[in-house]
């Protein structure tokens, strides 16, 4: 199929548009830039013209042969949507707006990309897409708006969509300011483990959500919504015990129980029941295996990651250590 993956240049838009070329199919990446640099690392081997856009206010032109837009263009960043709401929320609902009626106009489905953040997060639970809709953050009320606009299209203008919430991914070319990368770029530079908030969270590896997302494009139903997680949950001084034997250089660890901002549930593991009964996908990777083949990535690419030192050497009571500050605003000293 000759696909459009928006957001191309970000952690999941770059792996999915790699992977489905690995599958067959024809690429078409839209961003309105490259700021983390990970388009000039793209392999020789996929022809994958890359267009140029910003949704939230230039004309629309995709390929006349478009038979599916998976729209992942977002400002992802809970935190960063803890400082600049408005931002946030605009962005993301405009720029989605845009293209379902793009999609709406020219008839092409769309798979659209949304976040477990939407269930907000409680104690115990374990959630499930029947679930009602508790956003915490502006980012997560973004992606539930999102939603709605997705399947006010498909009534009022009978447009083919599919939705799918991602849980907290992680894997290659995730840029250090999660958890997970940033940690593993501390210990590249034999800088102590920094382990901040007491919450749990429900950790994929970003090569079984990339199954799982083309699986939802090619057999799911529309109007339809499937989780994309594990249904376990982690807690964030767990990842530190598990990271931490991982190199000798780690001088240990600093833990503190709060988050920088009260933008986030307290846990938050979801079921993804419905995408395994209905299309039969099933996490193949550990928590422990995929911790440990992104870590030889995060070694065999330090120079790609060392571009964004000065954020996880930066103490995550700063907003500085968020890479989006530097992109979509002015850092704060």
Not at 45 to 62: A, W
Not at 249 to 257: N, T
Request: glycine share 6%.
């Amino acid at each position: 199929m000759n696909i459009v993956v928006t957001g191309a240049s970000g952690f999941v838009g770059f792996n999915l548009s790699h992977f489905l070329a690995q599958k067959g199919h024809q690429i078409t990446m839209l961003d309105q830039d490259d700021y983390c640099q990970r388009l000039v690392q793209l392999s020789p081997l996929h022809d994958m013209p890359f267009i140029e856009c910003n949704l939230m206010k230039d004309s629309i032109r995709l390929p006349h042969n478009t038979d599916y837009i998976i729209h992942l263009a977002a400002m992802p960043h809970v935190d960063y949507s803890y400082h600049y709401p408005a931002e946030v929320f605009r962005n993301n609902t405009i720029s989605t707006q845009t293209i379902l009626q793009y999609a709406a106009d020219h008839d092409i489905p769309v798979l659209l990309a949304s976040s477990v953040e939407v269930y907000g997060g409680d104690w115990g639970r374990v959630y499930s897409e029947s679930d009602p809709l508790a956003p915490v953050s502006p980012y997560s009320a973004s992606k539930a708006a999102c939603e709605m606009l997705a399947q006010s299209y498909a009534k009022c203008y009978q447009l083919p969509v599919k939705i799918f919430r991602l849980t907290n991914l992680y894997g290659p070319w995730q840029v250090p300011d999660r958890i997970i990368p940033r940690n593993f770029a501390r210990m590249l530079d034999g800088l102590p483990l920094d382990i901040q908030g007491s919450a749990v969270r429900d950790f994929l590896y970003i090569e079984d959500a990339l199954r799982a997302i083309e699986l939802i494009m090619m057999k799911g139903q529309d109007g339809h919504i499937y989780n994309i997680s594990t249904g376990f949950g982690t807690t964030m001084q767990e990842i530190g015990m598990l990271l931490e034997p991982m190199v000798r250089s780690v001088i240990g660890k600093e833990v503190r129980e709060q988050e920088p901002t009260q933008s986030r549930g307290s846990s938050l593991v979801v079921h993804s029941g419905k995408l395994r009964a209905a299309l039969g996908w099933y996490p193949r990777t550990t928590l422990e295996q995929g911790l440990d083949k992104t870590y030889h990535w995060y070694r065999e690419n330090a120079d790609w990651v060392r571009l964004f030192s000065r954020e996880y050497h930066t103490t995550r009571q700063s907003r500085n250590f968020i890479i989006d500050m530097a992109r979509y605003a002015v850092p704060v000293t």
